[in-house]
């Protein structure tokens, strides 16, 4: 096995903890959402944006409070760099409440890939939609070294 040029162990360490901070986050504690989705963007600025899921099929826009979590990005992204090589930009988080579930996806180079805006506001929350318990369709290639893939809280 080569070892990636990274720290996968840091890595994975701050990427348990942003799911316990998102699965923690007093602000939606109590509210019925079955999974979430937060998408962290740090190409010029540091922002976050996200929704949260219900079992009825319904979402609402959400974030987690404070700066905890995009503070725990921002380590996240230090940890994976690669000397010679471009750094994430954005960043999409899948929380799954039920068996605290966490996948993640990174964006290096468009970051209109999972920009929202008024005019696809709902297509977007459908496309973030998790799909954490799918059982990965095993005729599609898999993408390899994909870490952070399924990884459990």
């Known amino acids: ?10 890595a994975s360490e701050i990427l ?3 799911g316990e901070l998102i699965l923690g986050d007093s602000e939606y504690h109590d509210t ?7 998408v ?4 010029r600025g540091r922002s976050m944006y996200g929704y949260a899921y ?3 099929g319904l979402w609402q826009a959400a974030r987690p409070g404070g ?3 995009l503070n725990r990005a921002v380590d996240l992204r230090a940890a994976m760099s ?3 090589k471009r750094d994430w930009k954005l960043c999409v988080i899948q929380v799954s409440r039920s068996d605290e579930e ?7 180079k468009s970051t209109k890939r999972w920009k929202v805006t008024p005019a696809n506001v709902y297509d977007m929350a459908e496309k973030l939609r998790p799909q954490l318990s799918a059982t990965p369709d095993s005729t599609q290639p898999q993408p390899s070294g994909r870490w952070w893939r399924r990884r459990r809280l």
């Open 54 to 56: 219900a079992d009825d």
């Open 1 to 10: 096995m080569i070892d990636p040029a990274f720290e996968i162990e840091d």
């Open 67 to 69: 700066i905890d979590v």
């Open 82 to 84: 690669e000397p010679g």
């Open 32 to 38: 019925p959402w079955n999974a979430f989705t937060l």
């Open 102 to 108: 966490i996948t993640i996806d990174f964006e290096y």
């Open 40 to 43: 962290v963007d740090l190409d």
């Open 16 to 18: 348990i903890a942003i």
